[in-house]
């Protein structure tokens, strides 16, 4: 089965850093994404990790061990528009010729002044 | 322009209804979904269609059918609504079926709400 855990709220404080774990248990592994989803509106990508370690994109970076089943998403420098909802996403091998993707059930993050 | 475009962007119905939602994408992908999330965010694929065949299809009542009369559109149509099919429906497109998953472009959402 697929099993993808995440804290469910979480918040902090503009111009702060915060991390947002998730943790996996899937039959096989082909990638880990991080969604970003504002209420009302459709997820848009973040980051993608498929080795161990650490990918950086701006603010924006995000973590992986494959060994523990874990990730992480590090947003620094926080701003009022990060307040959304943090989807953690894993894709596991073609079945039938097409990967399928498990989602997290995300994690809100609401930003304080 | 708008990549994927779906219709409505909400519906309010009453149990026991059928009712339908369109999705066309201007991408000139290959592949197109159904996601589905329900009040607790999960957001779960449905299906997907890859030039108009049905390649996923993850569980779902037999209620829900998909259609595809082309590879621009997929449609969903739901009968006999139930409360529990209260939720926001994503349809996504990518090129073809062994994109990853940044390469799925998601449509707006349409927000269905069983009264």
């Known amino acids: 089965g697929q099993n993808i855990d995440q804290p469910t709220e979480m918040t902090a404080t503009e111009g702060a850093i915060v991390q947002i774990n998730c943790t996996y248990q899937?039959?096989?592994?082909?990638?880990l994404f991080w969604y970003q989803q504002h209420a009302g509106e459709a997820p848009t990508f973040l980051s993608y990790n498929v080795l161990d370690g650490l990918e950086e994109k701006g603010r924006f970076s995000s973590f992986l061990s494959r060994s523990k089943g874990y990730s992480y998403l590090l947003l620094k420098e926080l701003q009022m528009k990060d307040s959304a909802s943090y989807l953690c996403?894993?894709?596991?091998?073609?079945?039938?010729?097409?990967?399928?993707?498990?989602f997290g059930r995300g994690t809100s993050l609401i930003v304080h002044p | 322009d708008t990549a994927v475009s779906q219709t409505p962007k909400y519906l309010v119905t009453q149990m026991g209804n059928d009712k339908s939602i369109k999705c066309e994408q201007n991408l000139g992908h290959d592949t197109m979904y159904w996601y589905k999330q329900d009040s607790k965010k999960f957001l779960k694929i449905m299906f997907s269609?890859?030039?108009?065949?049905?390649?996923i299809n993850e569980t779902v009542p037999n209620r829900f059918s998909p259609k595809s009369p082309d590879k621009a559109h997929l449609n969903l149509h739901i009968n006999s609504l139930e409360l529990g099919d209260s939720a926001v429906y994503f349809c996504?497109?990518?090129?073809?079926?062994?994109?990853?998953?940044?390469?799925?472009?998601f449509g707006p959402g349409t927000r269905l709400t069983v009264t």
């Open positions: 269609y890859n030039n108009k065949e049905l390649i």
């Open positions: 996504a497109s990518s090129q073809d079926r062994l994109r990853p998953l940044y390469e799925q472009y």
């Open positions: 996403a894993v894709r596991s091998p073609p079945s039938g010729g097409s990967y399928i993707p498990t």
């Open positions: 899937t039959s096989g592994f082909n990638g």
